[in-house]
């Protein structure tokens, strides 16, 4: 018997039926009160049922794109789509036009409010009259990146129409500046980062105009599009380069295991790992090494690569046709890179290249690309292959600049 079963259990006296009637209202009252002397907190019964038949209207319309939380007013993010793609769900599944965001830390999504939150963004709307407030938990809102993100769209689109002058969001105000942009010709801001808009790299071809795929946030002035990747002050990866499923985790042995044969067939992870002389069966060995907790802590060694394929790959990583808007501090940067010349810009060149490989105490691959002479400063950029979620199996390729 669980504990709420023996709790109802031992207040079934209270009641005149034996037991709470949910649909008496002195009944509702009665556990309410009961409730408040054991949490502390005022529950109101009703209401989280509403809140519960809400979620469960979003989750069955939406099939795949969220799931349930233990508390009634949240619901779980799991396609890890932006506020503004979440409103737009709220508003076609209720029919109703107006959906209010609330970020972290304001309105009633403000301590001491006990359903507030300081990580996640609430979504305040209405149906059929009654009032619901509900945090989009994990996903895309469970980072501070995603949070800054939704920042700066809700900075921008409260920007639409007002002079300089009128705008009281700094950040919102440096970004406009700096894109030479007057907020009274801005007619539209869209957040498009929790799109599912993939990129294939492609070293041979270097960096291509794909600003609008890579955009974030696409903001529309005297009918030109300004393509903006938005970036908080740790937000380092420029590319997610999927899943090396060639390395995976067999329960029954507790091991990590190479398929050599599904490794050859995926043509673009065999070439990330042949461009830095990464060697598959290393990074195996080292996984079983972490596994095992034995061998001595991996190290760093030099590797010889080809630049101008490394350049490539980097190139292709970055790319161009867009703003590279990034946290600086309490200001923001903004980088135009408008064409593949801007893109040789910032990176400069190739000075030196290194691997280190899992084992003892590190369950990630990387590889170092040193550089110099960059015009925006980097020092280098790392290819990171691990897993994504804490795991070990099938680790994931990624790029970031550092």
């Not at 894109?179 to 808009?197: E, F, R």
Request: glycine letters at 8%.
């Amino acid at each position: 018997m669980d504990n709420i079963t023996k709790y109802l259990n031992r207040i079934a006296y209270k009641f005149p039926k034996g037991y709470p009637d949910m649909n008496n209202d002195q009944d509702v009252l009665l556990l309410e009160s009961l409730i408040f002397k054991i949490l502390g907190e005022d529950i109101k019964i009703n209401e989280a049922a509403a809140d519960v038949k809400i979620v469960k209207t979003l989750i069955d319309n939406n099939p795949g794109f969220f799931d349930t939380q233990s508390d009634s007013r949240r619901i779980a993010n799991k396609k890890k789509i932006s506020a503004d793609e979440f409103s737009k769900i709220v508003k076609n599944t209720f029919s109703i036009d107006d959906v209010i965001i609330h970020p972290p830390n304001s309105g009633p999504n403000k301590k001491p409010a006990i359903h507030s939150s300081s990580k996640f963004n609430m979504f305040e709307f209405e149906v059929d009259g009654k009032k619901y407030l509900i945090l989009l938990s994990g996903g895309a809102s469970a980072n501070k990146g995603q949070d800054f993100e939704d920042r700066i769209t809700l900075g921008l689109q409260d920007a639409i129409g007002l002079s300089m002058g009128d705008i009281e969001d700094e950040q919102t105000k440096q970004i406009l500046s700096k894109l030479n942009i007057n907020p009274q010709d801005m007619t539209k801001v869209d957040q498009t980062g929790g799109q599912d808009t993939k990129r294939t790299i492609n070293p041979e071809a270097g960096p291509q105009d794909r600003g609008k795929t890579i955009s974030d946030v696409t903001v529309i002035a005297n009918n030109k599009p300004y393509y903006l990747s938005i970036k908080n002050k740790t937000g380092d990866n420029i590319y997610n380069g999927g899943t090396v499923s060639s390395i995976t985790y067999n329960k029954e042995d507790n091991k990590i295991e190479f398929d050599q044969s599904k490794f050859n067939s995926d043509k673009l992870k065999l070439s990330v790992f042949n461009m830095f002389d990464i060697d598959p069966i290393k990074v195996t060995d080292g996984l079983n090494n972490y596994i095992e907790d034995k061998g001595e802590a991996p190290s760093w060694q030099d590797v010889d690569v080809d630049k101008d394929e490394v350049m490539g790959f980097i190139g292709s990583a970055i790319d161009y046709g867009y703003y590279y808007v990034r946290e600086e501090g309490k200001g923001i940067k903004v980088i135009h890179l408008e064409s593949s010349e801007d893109v040789a810009k910032l990176i400069g060149k190739i000075s030196n290249a290194k691997v280190k490989y899992p084992g003892n105490g590190v369950k990630s691959t990387y590889a170092r690309v040193g550089l110099e002479g960059s015009e925006q400063g980097l020092r280098y950029i790392e290819v990171q292959i691990r897993n994504a979620s804490g795991g070990i199996a099938n680790p994931v390729i990624k790029v970031q600049t550092k």
